[in-house]
């Protein structure tokens, strides 16, 4: 109530399916779960999470004036090889169930994670389908499969060789950002884009990261597509989850030690660009 006047656009969770991959399956955040039906039990338990905030923003004085959204970060999908179909295979359900799951359910009100010998989970949420009045979409990269023979080691990630690199192992990818919008495209409500930055601690690599993706960006706005705004991350060097203070995001660097902040060349780079491409 204290913010209804002054906040107009709310995000309710940020990246679901980061939390549930990383505390529930991986075990990497806490509490450090490697549990897959417990996993898909989470994420359902996230998004029934997000259509009750929603609700309850809608339900408070001035609040069917608020936008309300949920942040999805669209990690691409792919085979390790172009033509090795058990590849595309494990790529089919890691993306089920990190992507499309939670798409799904926008779209039908449907909850469907399963990955097979490993967990099936369907579950109805209903209402999903109409508590969305845009969709944030954090990009970064993409991720590569290849099958080994057994399925769940199999889904252990790994980089395409002969990509750009970022300080966390991620490929420079433009064109997923395309493919992510496309995707998310598909529930029918606006875009913000919330998130897309790249790790770049000697900041050799942000200025070419951030031509590339505007540039398909700028190609996107001219199609169906309804982008509302576009959020580099990051103004400043953060604490990034698990990696903590070491990857550097900013535009802007960070002494953690004195707190002074300097504008990296990246800064101005980007402060020409949008000055010129209004």
């Given at each position: 109530?204290?913010?209804?006047?002054?906040?107009?656009?709310?995000c309710?969770?940020?990246?679901?399916?980061v939390?549930?991959?990383?505390?529930?399956l991986?075990?990497?955040?806490?509490?450090?779960?490697?549990?897959p039906?417990?996993?898909?039990?989470?994420?359902?338990?996230?998004?029934?999470?997000?259509?009750?905030?929603y609700?309850?923003?809608?339900?408070?004085?001035?609040?069917?004036?608020?936008?309300?959204?949920?942040?999805?970060?669209?990690?691409?999908m792919?085979?390790?090889?172009?033509?090795?179909?058990?590849?595309?295979?494990?790529?089919?359900f890691?993306?089920?169930?990190?992507?499309?799951?939670?798409?799904r359910a926008?779209k039908?009100?449907?909850?469907?994670?399963?990955?097979?010998?490993?967990?099936?989970?369907?579950?109805?949420?209903?209402?999903?389908?109409?508590?969305?009045?845009?969709?944030?979409?954090?990009?970064?990269?993409?991720?590569?499969?290849?099958?080994?023979?057994?399925?769940?080691?199999?889904?252990?990630?790994?980089?395409?060789?002969?990509?750009?690199?970022?300080?966390?192992?991620?490929?420079?990818?433009?064109?997923?950002?395309?493919?992510a919008?496309?995707?998310?495209?598909?529930?029918?409500?606006?875009?913000?884009?919330?998130?897309?930055?790249?790790?770049?601690?000697?900041d050799?690599?942000r200025?070419?990261?951030?031509?590339?993706?505007?540039?398909?960006?700028?190609?996107?706005?001219?199609?169906?597509?309804?982008?509302?705004?576009?959020?580099?991350?990051?103004?400043?060097?953060?604490?990034?989850?698990?990696?903590?203070?070491?990857?550097?995001?900013?535009?802007?660097?960070?002494?953690?030690?004195?707190?002074?902040?300097?504008?990296?060349?990246?800064?101005?780079?980007?402060?020409n660009?949008?000055?010129?491409?209004?």
């Amino acid at each position: 109530n204290a913010l209804q006047s002054k906040v107009k656009q709310w995000c309710t969770i940020n990246e679901p399916a980061v939390y549930m991959l990383d505390a529930y399956l991986t075990g990497l955040f806490p509490p450090g779960k490697k549990h897959p039906v417990l996993a898909a039990q989470v994420l359902e338990n996230l998004m029934r999470a997000h259509v009750r905030v929603y609700r309850r923003i809608k339900s408070l004085p001035g609040g069917q004036d608020s936008k309300v959204g949920l942040v999805k970060n669209m990690m691409q999908m792919d085979g390790y090889a172009q033509y090795d179909l058990m590849d595309h295979v494990i790529k089919f359900f890691a993306d089920n169930s990190y992507n499309e799951s939670i798409l799904r359910a926008f779209k039908t009100d449907e909850f469907d994670f399963h990955m097979p010998t490993i967990v099936t989970h369907k579950a109805k949420i209903h209402g999903a389908s109409k508590t969305l009045d845009f969709i944030g979409l954090n990009y970064y990269s993409h991720y590569a499969f290849e099958f080994n023979g057994d399925v769940e080691t199999s889904l252990d990630v790994k980089p395409f060789p002969g990509e750009v690199m970022t300080d966390m192992d991620y490929g420079v990818y433009p064109e997923g950002i395309y493919r992510a919008i496309k995707r998310v495209s598909q529930l029918g409500v606006p875009i913000i884009i919330t998130e897309n930055g790249i790790a770049d601690k000697a900041d050799t690599k942000r200025p070419d990261f951030i031509a590339s993706h505007l540039k398909v960006l700028s190609n996107i706005r001219r199609g169906k597509s309804r982008i509302l705004g576009y959020c580099h991350w990051s103004l400043l060097d953060n604490f990034e989850w698990k990696e903590g203070f070491d990857p550097r995001f900013g535009l802007v660097e960070v002494d953690y030690e004195t707190f002074e902040r300097k504008p990296r060349d990246s800064f101005y780079y980007y402060k020409n660009y949008i000055k010129k491409n209004k």
